[in-house]
């Protein structure tokens, strides 16, 4: 009771309130997409691993398969240090395949890039190979696919890369470059890999309006019995 009397009223009460990083943090355009990308052999693949960064910085979780000619440019622990993910190398990987399919890698991502798409690996997807891990998972994939040419400015214009880029293009593959510019080979032309931030923003432009894969929630494929 007070002095005069009178029943003293509590002062306010404050209520504690809790502060997360998501409240203050806003999400990337990118959150909660997963990117698979496939870094094939070429002096470009430098440029993957600030794709990487930019990626990942946009909210996207990235894997990355690193074809054997692209280990010779980038080392696995550097891409899976930027990624923060296992890397994935080899097709007849015994402890790859019990932990995860490739073609459960293949389809548990919302979009596949490839990043250099060097000729080779352009080719090789015109044919429909399937020899190794970048190979399979891009025949074996039901989801969007986007590539990055980079090469020679000659072998770019070659007839025969401008015939299996454009079967590619007949069966939905999507291009980004290449740009025009000075070569490692010291040759000027088209053939230079698109920059990083433009290679991220196609990603998120064809992502814009396409819903989430369920990464986060995804099961192993069941085993087959042959």
Known sequence: HSECGKLALPGPVFQPVLVTLESIVPAGPLESRS????????????????????????????????????????????????????????????????EMGHI???????????APATANILARMAAGLADDLASTVLLATDKRVLVA????????????????????KKRGIVFIGPNDGAMACNE??????????????????????????????????PKRAW
């Open 149 to 168: 040419p980079a090469m020679n400015v000659r072998m770019w214009t070659h007839p025969a890369t401008e015939a299996n880029v454009e079967t590619l």
């Open 35 to 98: 990117i698979l990308l496939v870094i094939a052999g070429g002096i470009a693949a430098y440029k993957s691993l600030e794709l990487i960064r930019r990626l990942k910085d946009r909210g996207a979780r990235v894997r990355c398969v690193l074809t054997r000619a692209g280990a010779e440019f980038v080392t696995p622990l550097s891409v899976a240090a930027l990624s923060g993910e296992k890397v994935y190398q080899e097709l007849l990987s015994l402890t790859d395949e019990s």
């Open 188 to 221: 000027h032309g088209p053939g230079r890999m698109s920059e990083p931030h433009e290679i991220a923003d196609a990603i998120e432009s064809m992502l814009a309006d396409a819903p989430a894969s369920a990464w986060l929630f995804s099961r192993p494929c």
């Open 104 to 114: 459960q890698l293949s389809r548990d991502a919302d979009l596949l890039v490839v």
